[in-house]
């Protein structure tokens, strides 16, 4: 079991940077592979990034490719989200979520295939 808590969220104006944290309970942090996605009220939840348990493999989905940074640090058990050049479309609530891994290299962007989630830290970027 798992608990995450993400925080960094809130008012920005579009071009701007905001980082998110997700803080993660329990001393096997490292055993979990993670993801940030982000959810619009009426939309899916959509994936955004994607680390690997050891955090040498990442992933992202192509709207936010060269924006969006997604990191960890295990000794934390924090997984942040950096992100900079912020749209007003980009204004959601953003969810950490967390997946056991066997694998110290997946990386995973499907909803179904995370565990555990957050409550979610919203994000709001004015135009």
């Known amino acids: 079991q798992v608990q995450l808590v993400e925080s960094g969220g809130g008012l920005v104006q579009a071009g701007g940077t905001l980082r998110l944290s997700c803080a993660a309970s329990g001393r096997t942090f490292s055993s979990y592979a993670m993801g940030w996605f982000r959810q619009a009220p009426g939309r899916e939840r959509e994936f955004v990034a994607g680390?690997?348990?050891?955090?040498?493999?990442?992933y992202y989905a192509d709207s936010v490719k060269g924006r969006f940074t997604i990191s960890r640090d295990n000794a934390k058990n924090t997984v942040y989200l950096q992100m900079i050049s912020l749209k007003p479309e980009e204004t959601d609530v953003y969810y950490c979520?967390?997946?056991?891994?066997?694998?110290?290299?997946?990386?995973?962007?499907?909803?179904?295939?995370?565990?555990?989630w957050g409550q979610g830290t919203q994000v709001t970027v004015s135009s």
């Open positions: 979520a967390a997946r056991n891994s066997n694998s110290g290299r997946s990386v995973y962007y499907r909803r179904e295939e995370y565990n555990y």
């Open positions: 680390i690997s348990r050891t955090g040498g493999n990442t």
